[in-house]
């Protein structure tokens, strides 16, 4: 299982697109001012929906860049700001942390390997879970 579409409310649907469009996501559904739609590199999807009101952010999105540091100054080029820059964390990621134009948490992290085969993963060749036949 991979993640495939998370879609999260904006208050503004103009500021959220370009913000979207400015992180280098291709918007492939426009429906103003309620609805978008990009779509990453790799094809997962993300969407935005226009609400009245954002509540306390539950959800946070995690968007994976090979080169993280040049990602990171190029997004601040366009006068995005960042909550913090590229940090190496201790679970092997290296991360930096902004919001878009709602308050919605975003992560942009470099996992590499540590993102699917962290040392602490869960060995499920010896218990037969997580396979299919």
């Keep these: 299982m991979k993640l ?3 879609t999260v409310g904006c208050l503004d649907y103009d500021r959220s697109v370009a913000f979207y469009q400015r992180l ?3 918007q492939i559904v426009d429906s103003p001012p309620r609805y978008a739609r990009f779509e990453t590199p790799t094809g997962e999807t993300f969407s935005i929906h226009t609400v009245d009101k954002i509540g306390t952010a539950s959800t946070l999105i995690y968007f994976e860049c090979d080169d993280l540091d040049a990602k990171v100054a190029n997004l601040q080029s366009f006068g995005i700001p960042f ?3 590229p940090t190496d ?3 092997g990621w290296r991360e930096a942390r902004l919001s878009d134009p709602a ?3 975003l992560c ?6 540590n993102r699917r085969f ?3 993963r869960i060995d499920h060749s010896t218990t037969g879970k ?4």
């Excluded at 942009?108 to 390997?113: A, E, K, T």
């Excluded at 997580?130 to 036949?133: A, E, F, W």
């Design 4 to 6: 495939n579409q998370v």
């Design 24 to 26: 280098g996501l291709v």
């Design 83 to 85: 909550d913090s820059l």
């Design 89 to 91: 964390q201790s679970w």
């Design 103 to 105: 308050g919605n948490p």
């Design 108 to 113: 942009l992290f470099h996992g590499g390997d």
């Design 118 to 120: 962290p040392a602490w």
């Design 130 to 133: 997580g396979t299919t036949s």
